[in-house]
């Protein structure tokens, strides 16, 4: 893994715990709609004899509440669950940029990948122009130390096509 997508890996535990947010929602709105299935109403309406005690009982609004409160309770399990490996990450993260001795290049990283903002907000920020921001950022990732991290390779500057006379 490289020292770029290390740093990446809390932005995207960001994402999955507010997706995992957005499902929790999802259930929680289920919950609170609780209103029987039409056609089993209609059945049992017209021929309560059709259907057997176990199939009539079997999708009784309190069960449905029942099944979304404990996938509820699931994914709250979920959540916290990744909140802890946020938790964990982010603190090595911030120990990992805090070894950087340069000031300029720690906010650089911290409004990178904590924050998530692109190199020209940042350069927005910093009152510095993109490619000023660019180096920096390279020269931080060059100079943080994070476990189990390679270096990235070195890009290879594309060839110049020759021109044949």
């Not at 919950?31 to 309560?48: E, G, K, M």
């Not at 990450?89 to 000031?103: C, E, F, N, Q, V």
């Not at 070195?154 to 020759?162: G, I, L, Q, S």
Request: hydrophobic fraction near 40%; glycine fraction near 2%; include cysteine.
């Amino acid at each position: 893994m490289t020292k770029r997508e290390y740093l990446q890996q809390y932005q995207l535990i960001q994402q999955e715990i507010q997706r995992l947010l957005a499902e929790k929602i999802r259930w929680e709105e289920l919950a609170c709609r609780v209103t029987p299935v039409p056609a089993l109403r209609a059945a049992q309406i017209n021929s309560p004899s059709l259907l057997s005690p176990a199939l009539a009982t079997r999708f009784t609004p309190s069960d449905r509440v029942l099944r979304a409160r404990e996938n509820i309770f699931l994914w709250e399990q979920r959540i916290a669950q990744e909140v802890d490996a946020l938790l964990g990450l982010r603190r090595a993260i911030d120990d990992a940029i805090r070894s950087i001795p340069d000031p300029e290049s720690q906010l650089v990283l911290k409004y990178r990948y904590i924050d998530g903002l692109t190199m020209e907000e940042i350069a927005d920020r910093m009152s510095y122009c993109e490619r000023h921001i660019s180096r920096l950022h390279e020269s931080a990732l060059r100079t943080v130390c994070l476990p189990g991290c390679t270096d990235e390779p070195a890009k290879p500057h594309p060839a110049k096509p020759r021109r044949v006379v």
